[in-house]
Nanobody, 124 residues
Framework: QVQLEESGGGLVQTGGSLRLSCAPD????????LGWFRQVRGKEREFVAA????????IYAGAVKGRFTISKDTAKNTMSLQMDSLKPEDAPAYYC?????????????????WGQGTQVTVSS
């Protein structure tokens, strides 16, 4: 089973920044797109951002566009999400996911492997 490991979650004040990282295991080709989703307990999973395999094109949810930046280190095949100007509503668990193809796509049904999640808490 493919594993993706997230890191970087934590507690930050409103307006602060956090950087999340995702490291797929060696079974994930660097040509695969990667994405971030978030989910508040009891609610549906929400798309945040995704990037294509080559790291040259990204898409964002409207709620985070202009505040979050997704990037990919193609040499290491890792992905990061820089989150700035954080708001309390940005504070569910964040999940890294591997896309079935080069991506990027926002539909979660197009992703075939998921990390365990990392918690983000934004205090007001």
């Amino acid at each position: 089973q493919v594993q993706l490991e997230e890191s970087g979650g934590g507690l930050v004040q409103t307006g602060g920044s956090l950087r999340l990282s995702c490291a797929p295991d060696g079974r994930t080709s660097s040509t695969r797109g990667l994405g971030w989703f978030r989910q508040v307990r009891g609610k549906e999973r929400e798309f945040v951002a995704a990037i294509n395999g080559s790291g040259t094109f990204a898409i964002y949810a409207g709620a985070v566009k202009g505040r979050f930046t997704i990037s990919k280190d193609t040499a290491k095949n890792t992905m990061s999400l820089q989150m700035d100007s954080l708001k309390p509503e940005d504070a569910p668990a964040y999940y890294c996911a591997r896309e079935m193809n080069a991506g990027p796509v926002l539909a979660d049904r197009k992703y075939d492997a998921w990390g365990q999640g990392t918690q983000v808490t934004v205090s007001s």
